[in-house]
């Protein structure tokens, strides 16, 4: 679920039959687009190694969506202006992964990947979510240790009790109950959603097109949803499942996909002439991987400059996940194993500053936390642990395991979004086939539910994200397309 981090690379081969889906732009829709409020002061974004081209600005809008005359809070976004004005649609706005990303820098990255046709169609916006970056941030002031990865995502203990995550849940909670203001109770996907439809507005666009990313596919769901005729072109890339348990059914869904995932890199990581080879076969692999977890939750190696200060088995767990997002990581988790097998272990990652730190943690807490209501008895996370750590040994128990939430101070403000079939079809689904954070299943989930409303293209690739990443040729050729002219394929596709 907490899609973080990781990105990936390319896509490949095969072609589909393409046919007209969504009519092409009329001249009142450029009209609408050309329309500037004069309230938006453009400026130099701040930062290093972004395009010349790319501006930013800001707009309030309400911290409570109940209260729309209350308590404002401020939200950044940027934009490069599409290179061709002569065929210029509108607006594509580059929806983060997450929760915990932003796109606000992205129009000058990942934006400038995308090929030349989409680059003349659309001016690209990126922007900082509630709560995040150069938005109005928000921050728990959370203890120093509980800003790991291993305490966001709970990882019971070696014996698989769980008595430390409930008390790391009510240490976390009460520190953002006395340290991140009201807004950290307003945080949440819906009003995401609602505050891309404040920067919509702000543009003078009457619909805006979309490429949302891991989390920003529900994000995007979800505007779909609360807004259906203001959308133009979604392209929706490695899929969250549509399920109203929201992130507690994205946790869990790191059980299968790590498995999936895990078999993918056994594969390479037992294969003849690899320099990182660690073991024979595939079935090897596996069987070390685990052996080594296990010593190193009884015998931690010292890992000075790391968050925690130690190499034990949930920190390599952990590194395995991660690693998993994009097969390029591969080598440095092969790495890891092979010298945690000698006793030493390779230069500590380096971590992001504190203040960064703490910003993602609480965005994180308290999207996963208002959007659905957790369970708080350890008695019921005990027993899902259990079953778990049986059934999927690689994952220990965390994916069923009480995060912050158990102890989460608010209930939320609203239901989570039901996602349903009823809108304009205006959808192209991109998944890759193998996706540790998003599994295909999920996918598949997110595609029933949107029914007539979208188009599915799966990627026979490994990784997470599709797209211009860790897709093919094939995949990214259908998405372009689809954003350049408004055709996609005729029915859903697998790309080999």
């Known amino acids: 679920m907490t899609k973080i981090k990781r990105i990936a690379a390319l896509l490949a081969a095969s072609t589909a039959v393409l046919s007209l889906a969504v009519p ?8 609408a687009g050309s ?25 309030e809008v309400p911290m409570d969506y109940a209260d729309p005359h209350g308590e404002k809070i401020t939200l950044a976004f940027s934009r490069i202006p599409a ?42 916006i990126g922007f900082d979510p509630r709560g995040y970056g150069r ?21 019971p203990a070696p014996d698989g009790s769980i008595e430390a995550n409930m008390a790391t ?40 097109s979309a490429w949302g990313v891991s989390y920003g596919t529900y994000i995007g769901a979800v505007y779909n949803e609360l807004f259906p005729d203001r959308t133009d072109r979604f392209v929706l890339d490695s899929n969250d499942n549509p399920d109203v348990r929201v992130e507690r059914a994205w946790f869990a869904a790191y059980e299968g996909g790590v498995e999936d995932n895990f078999a993918e890199f056994a594969e390479w990581a037992s294969r003849p002439g690899n320099p990182e080879r660690v073991a024979g ?38 590194t395995m996940l991660d690693s998993l997002y994009d097969p390029d990581d591969y080598p440095a988790l092969a790495k890891l194993i092979l010298a945690a097998r000698k006793g030493t272990v390779p230069p500590a990652p380096k971590a992001p500053p504190e203040p960064v730190l703490q910003n993602v943690t609480a965005v994180v807490a308290a999207t996963v936390c208002n959007d659905v209501a957790w369970p708080t008895s350890a008695a019921g996370y005990e027993k899902e ?29 609203e239901p989570p979004v039901r996602i349903t079939d009823r809108g304009p079809s205006t959808v192209l689904m991109v998944q890759n086939r193998h996706d540790v954070a998003t599994p295909l299943s999920g996918a598949l989930e997110l595609r029933r539910a949107l029914g007539r409303r979208a188009v599915m ?40």
């Not at 500037?36 to 800001?58: A, F």
């Not at 026979?460 to 394929?489: I, K, M």
């Open 385 to 413: 642990v259990a079953e778990s750590r049986a059934k999927f040994p690689l994952t220990a128990g965390m994916p069923r395991n009480a995060p912050v939430c158990a102890a989460w101070p608010y209930t939320p403000k």
């Open 457 to 496: 293209v799966t990627v026979n690739s490994t990784g997470h994200e599709a797209y211009l990443a860790n897709g093919n040729a094939c995949g990214d050729q259908a998405v372009s397309h689809f954003l350049a002219t408004g055709e996609r394929p005729a029915r859903d596709v697998v790309c080999d």
């Open 35 to 59: 329309a500037r409020p004069p309230h938006l002061h453009w400026t130099k974004c701040e930062g290093t190694g972004l395009d010349p081209r790319q501006q930013c600005t800001t707009i």
């Open 83 to 124: 290179e061709n004005p002569r065929t210029r649609r509108g607006a594509l706005f580059l929806i983060p992964g997450g929760p915990g990303g932003g796109s606000l820098d992205q129009p000058s990255s990942k934006g400038q990947k995308l090929p030349q046709e989409v680059r003349n169609t659309y001016d690209l």
């Open 135 to 155: 938005s109005t941030p928000v921050s728990c002031g959370m203890e120093r240790g509980d800003l790991a990865r291993t305490k966001l995502l709970p990882w």
């Open 24 to 31: 092409l732009a009329t001249a009142s829709a450029a009209t």
């Open 169 to 208: 849940a009510r240490r976390m909670s009460e520190a953002c109950a006395r340290n991140g203001g009201r807004l950290v109770q307003h945080i949440s996907s819906a009003n995401e959603a609602r505050d891309l439809d404040r920067i919509r507005a702000a543009l003078g666009e009457r619909k805006i």
């Open 281 to 318: 076969t595939p079935a090897e692999v596996r069987r070390l991987f685990l052996r080594l977890a296990a010593h190193l939750d009884r015998e931690p190696l010292p890992w000075p400059g790391a968050t925690p200060e130690e190499l034990n088995g949930n920190v390599l767990r952990q």
